[in-house]
């Protein structure tokens, strides 16, 4: 029976424990399962490298979530992004975007060219750029929308009809949006991934990734093999963590939407910030973009200070509520100054400030703001 959005995330993630009845499911910490006299597996289980019942759960759970054939769980994000290009072969052209998640830049920089593959980098919110940028060898489109730091929003439907043309794959990085925002499928992607440790997960207390597939091809086994014969995996608890953030993850975007338009608006007004970085704010370049492929906008925003990255580390420096973390996700709001986390090969301006707002009452975190910007 099709539930709506809020019924499976609760429901998708419970495993029912036969041996007490327990409400919570059980974590399965066994590496071995056991046989059958005519040598079968009963139970489909066999080695936990392959499939551990937490795991499988947790794929389904997403798989279902996206509207995907099937899903698969890494030990992070970033093992993910690696996967998906190590099933692509030396001599491949992929397009990625200019603002993306810093580390898959030095991956496939520092890991991947050296591999085999060339990759041009595009702003992928506008679609000439990437068109240009297209080769007769290209074989995946990479986008991540809204795009972390800078959350520029990308056209999905443009880009999977550029990807179509030229035969290419199109991978959606949809960590910022979950699918409870936005569903990339809906709009052609054929690849979704997630770092789950960011809202998936939603605690700040598991690391974890996972891929969805559209449908399940040859591109797809080329993702499925590795993960059990190299073993990426998460462990066991992760998964269970994970599947634990997802029972409540609707009801979590719900609130972290209206707190980050509550404090992007404020932000908006305040005469020490030169400009928002926030699509659900009406003066952002991609705010009737975002809000044809998304329901509302999340907690993640950027601001530019007016001054340099000392006036920048200056506003950090003050916040009380606000906690200075990397990551975001969690119940917790953090500020981050993220130039000076990326290092010396960082396209961050300087003066920039990302702020994952949180699930605290809006009027403290705006009040924590204001003091901060006093
Ligand atoms: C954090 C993040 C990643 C990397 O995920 P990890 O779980 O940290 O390895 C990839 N993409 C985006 C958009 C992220 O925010």
Redo the contacts with the bound molecule.
Sequence with gaps: MDHHVETTSVDAGFIEDKTSGGMAAPIYLATTFERDADGSYPLGFEYSRDANPNRTQLERAMAQLEGGESAAAFA??????MTLFQALKPGDHVVAPTD??F??RQMLDKVFVPWGLSVTYADTSAPDLVEAALKDNTAMIFV?TP??PKLQVTDIRLMASLARRNNALLVC?N??ATPVLQQPFHHGADIV??????YIGGHHDS???VAICRQNDDYWNRVRFPQKICGAIPSPFNAWLTLWGVSSLVYRMRAHSANGLAVARFLERHNRIEKVLYPGLESHAGFDTAANQMSSFGGLMSVLVRGDAGSAMSVAARVELFRRAT??GGAHSLIEHRASVEGPNSTTPPNLLRLAVGLENPQDLIADLEQALA
């Design positions: 992070s994000g970033s093992a993910v992004a993306a998640y580390g898959i991540e795009s972390n990085d960590t910022v991934i997630h770092s789950t440790t960011k690391m974890g990734g990551s975001f």
